[in-house]
């Protein structure tokens, strides 16, 4: 690993994200708004109360574990390989992990924008989301 600290906060950070998503199943009438986090089912005006609330910042703490995990997962395929070997000679594996890391680090900070505007909607009454 390049980052063995960045891995070890990727790792801490996947319990944490766990916790929250129990806790909001469990929490008044749980999240009830699908694995989309659906807008309209979403809002403070339909379901009240702290599980959505807790659903989203499970996503966000998520979403950074996830980027962490990326980053170091780029940072060791392309800094740690052994010497004279090309690109083209690396193994379908690491390949792989370069285009999912890739698409991770492409799409999170846009769900991750998306869930703070729909987290403002709920607790600041904006109008991100209204049709």
Same mark, same amino acid.
Do not use: E
């Given at each position: 690993?390049?980052?063995?600290?960045?891995?070890?906060?990727?790792?801490?950070?996947?319990?944490?994200?766990?916790?929250?998503?129990?806790?909001?199943?469990?929490?008044?009438?749980?999240?009830?708004?699908?694995?989309?986090?659906?807008?309209?089912?979403?809002? %403070?005006?339909?379901?009240?109360?702290?599980?959505?609330?807790m659903g989203i910042f499970r996503l966000h703490i998520?979403?950074?574990?996830?980027?962490?995990? %990326?980053?170091?997962?780029?940072?060791?395929?392309?800094?740690?390989?052994?010497?004279?070997?090309?690109?083209?000679?690396?193994?379908?594996?690491?390949?792989?992990?370069?285009?999912?890391?890739?698409?991770?680090?492409?799409?999170?900070?846009?769900?991750?924008?998306?869930?703070?505007?729909?987290?403002?909607?709920?607790?600041?009454?904006?109008?991100?989301?209204?049709?």
């Amino acid at each position: 690993m390049a980052f063995p600290r960045r891995n070890a906060l990727r790792f801490w950070l996947r319990p944490g994200s766990l916790y929250l998503l129990t806790s909001s199943a469990i929490v008044g009438t749980g999240v009830g708004t699908g694995w989309t986090v659906y807008p309209p089912l979403s809002n %403070s005006l339909y379901h009240s109360g702290p599980a959505v609330d807790m659903g989203i910042f499970r996503l966000h703490i998520a979403g950074r574990s996830r980027i962490a995990g %990326s980053i170091n997962f780029l940072v060791t395929i392309f800094n740690m390989k052994t010497r004279g070997t090309g690109r083209k000679a690396s193994p379908l594996f690491p390949w792989s992990v370069i285009v999912t890391t890739y698409l991770l680090l492409l799409s999170l900070p846009v769900r991750a924008g998306a869930i703070t505007m729909l987290r403002c909607d709920r607790l600041f009454g904006t109008n991100f989301f209204t049709p």
